[in-house]
């Protein structure tokens, strides 16, 4: 019998990316969820929608979870989560300001998302998040003409602290699969292993290209592999 997967994220495992040419995002054909799929002949239902952060795709799944469901679910959040609303942050740069999904309401969210998969009877499955270009992405949100670079490098600091704040919410994602012995992909290893990072990024610093998407399909397929030989063994 075919396993199925439900897919439960944000934009990256939509495959969205940006066209710098157009100046506008759309969904790549090729994405790393269609290759996955295509390769391994496993049908997918993919609900992972740009812009969506745990908290606003925990109710959705919630009421997905009371029909027919897949074998494995992933989880990947984090990205927008982590994300400001730099415009409100450019205007008023000396007053503190939270990101979308504070840290620690971020990491209540994502645990009570893997109880319910798990309460439904279906297998979860996390993964790290793609590292971002901090550059690029300060760049990308400041050529906004509501966003003054001046005053979100005031509130930053430095331009790295957008990477940290990423990096702290994809390292927060694996402690909890962890402490909840649940599988993790570990995407971020292998964009951080390429010498040219920039390279599996589109221009807005902070959504895998089409090299990138394939370089997540690949991390997911010698996952599947690992776990498949396991399962046989």
């Known amino acids: 019998m075919n396993q199925t997967i439900g897919i439960w994220g944000d934009s990256i495992m939509r495959g969205v990316v940006f066209d710098p ?3 506008k995002y759309s969904i790549e054909k090729d994405s790393a969820a269609e290759l996955f799929s295509r390769q391994f002949s496993i049908p997918i239902r993919n ?6 952060t745990a908290p606003r795709a925990y109710p959705a799944m919630i009421k997905a979870l009371t029909g027919a469901v897949p074998d494995w679910i992933l989880l990947e959040f984090g990205g927008n989560d982590c994300d400001y609303n ?23 969210v994502f645990r009570n998302m893997i109880r319910a ?19 690029r ?5 400041t050529s906004d003409n509501g966003v003054d670079p001046i005053g979100v490098l005031e509130f930053l600091g ?3 602290l957008i990477y ?26 292998a964009f ?23 370089l997540i399909q690949e991390v997911f397929a010698t996952h599947y592999r690992a776990l498949t030989i396991q399962r046989d063994s």
């Open 158 to 160: 430095d331009k790295q």
């Open 192 to 214: 951080l292993e390429k010498e040219h990072l920039a390279d599996f990024l589109c221009m807005d610093g902070i959504h895998p290209n089409q090299k990138g998407q394939r």
């Open 117 to 135: 998969v798990r309460k439904s009877g279906v297998k979860p499955v996390t993964m790290s998040l793609p590292p971002i270009h901090a550059e």
């Open 164 to 189: 940290r704040r990423q990096e702290l919410y994809s390292n927060l994602v694996c402690r909890i699969a962890k402490e909840s012995d649940v599988p993790i992909v570990d995407v971020r290893s």
């Open 86 to 108: 730099w415009r409100e942050v450019s205007e008023n740069p000396s007053l503190p300001h939270l990101p979308n999904t504070p840290v620690e309401r971020f990491g209540e």
């Open 47 to 52: 609900y992972s929608r740009f812009g969506c």
């Open 137 to 141: 992405y300060f760049d990308f949100i």
């Open 21 to 23: 040419v157009k100046c």
